[in-house]
């Protein structure tokens, strides 16, 4: 691993990586067999690469952060299938070249996307009618369904909870890069606060995480090189 420095105080870390410069048998160095099998289901090699990257990205994060833990780590699941470690809460997301981390004392979703084509079709379908009018071009949409996966993977939930069950406010989801953009959810799930904050990766990517009753997000995300 190249070292990052650490940024302080343990609240939540963000870390990316751009899987494009690395191969599958260097990240099999880096993960446990429990990840490995699991990159293995995957049929294209694209797929299980960026596994492999996700699972080492998480131990780099582990390292830094808890330099007494052990590595490689192999999460347990819940009785959802969310992964979780004893000693803080994480999420992982991979897409395209890329493959990012959460490290958050509080229960976390982070997810990446590339942009995807405007449907509106698919907008009506999924999202709110507040939320579907907020969605006018590509990137709009794409920021909008990165803010919805990253509240179903912090809340456990995962597809078995309805998208448009619940809300993102405000209703903008125009982000520009170096001025990541803050919301909030409205729900009926339970009684903990879900806040998010969305980053611009590049102009083809962006990045969206949430968090319970947690609205301390990073400024930045740490870019890593495996």
């Not at 001025?179 to 959810?185: Q, S």
């Amino acid at each position: 691993y190249n070292h990052i420095p650490s940024s302080g105080a343990y609240t939540m870390k963000l870390y990316i990586t751009d899987i494009s410069q690395t191969s599958i048998n260097h990240l099999r160095g880096l993960v446990d067999s429990v990840r490995i099998e699991k990159s293995r289901q995957y049929r294209h090699e694209s797929d299980q690469l960026r596994s492999l990257a996700a699972g080492a990205l998480l131990n780099y994060a582990v390292k830094e952060n808890f330099p007494k833990q052990s590595i490689p780590v192999t999460p347990a699941t819940d009785e959802f299938r969310k992964p979780h470690l004893d000693f803080t809460e994480f999420s992982l997301t991979h897409s395209g070249s890329y493959a990012a981390c959460a490290l958050c004392e509080n229960p976390v979703g982070i997810d990446i996307e590339h942009v995807r084509a405007y449907r509106p079709a698919i907008a009506k379908r999924f999202f709110t009618p507040e939320e579907s009018d907020a969605c006018v071009d590509a990137d709009t949409f794409s920021v909008c369904w990165t803010l919805k996966e990253s509240f179903l993977k912090a809340t456990g939930y995962g597809i078995r909870l309805p998208m448009d069950s619940f809300e993102i406010r405000p209703f903008s989801f125009t982000v520009k890069p170096n001025a990541p953009a803050d919301y909030e959810y409205t729900h009926s799930i339970d009684a903990r606060r879900y806040f998010a904050r969305t980053y611009v990766i590049n102009p083809q990517n962006y990045l969206s995480v949430c968090s319970a009753d947690n609205n301390g997000f990073p400024d930045s995300i740490h870019w890593v090189s495996l």
